[in-house]
């Protein structure tokens, strides 16, 4: 994912008026096209990555989304980051509004693509992390991997890899419980 239009500061109110069919974050006032449609098996995980939060939370006050959705990670007046994750709960329902998530989801869930690795790991992880969304997880379906980054109090983070034969569960969530052999079985 290459930043285009680097000369130029961006915020969101510019973001939310663009009229084009070409999909964009926006990191730092510096939009990013987001690459082509995923593969099938991108989608197969983040759909039953969404599926298994969606049942577990249901009847509680956390919500699931799947992208795309907008999320402002800052969501005031002059905030010029706006990502799109593949998963996301949300736990505040005051973020959810009707066209965006306005504030730092609690966890948000990446998987990677080969045309996003660098920049999902890399600037995005970082803008999560520093935004206060309290668990990532950057899930690889080449590695059959998950790792996961939980922020436990200010400086402090936790950081675990979880493999295909392992259950991951979630910190924030208590028992949730994910055995990744059902997310990478069909992938």
Known sequence: M??????????????????????????????????????????????????????????????????????????????????????????????????????????AIEVLSPSSERYDSGVKLDKYLSSGVRECWIVNPEARTVRTYTIKSEGDESVKVYRETDAIASNLLPGLTIPLAEIFADA
């Open 2 to 107: 290459e930043a285009v239009l680097r000369d130029e500061y961006f915020t969101y109110a510019d973001y939310a008026g663009w009229d084009t069919d070409e999909r964009y974050e926006l990191i730092d006032g510096v939009p990013y096209l987001m690459s082509p449609a995923p593969s099938v098996r991108h989608q197969e995980i983040v759909g039953g990555l969404y599926a298994i939060f969606r049942s577990f939370l249901k009847g509680k006050p956390c919500q699931a989304f799947i992208s795309p959705i907008d999320v402002r990670l800052n969501a005031d007046a002059e905030d010029d980051t706006v990502l799109q994750p593949d998963v996301i709960v949300v736990c505040d329902e005051s973020k959810v509004g009707d066209s965006a998530i306005n504030g730092a989801p609690d966890i």
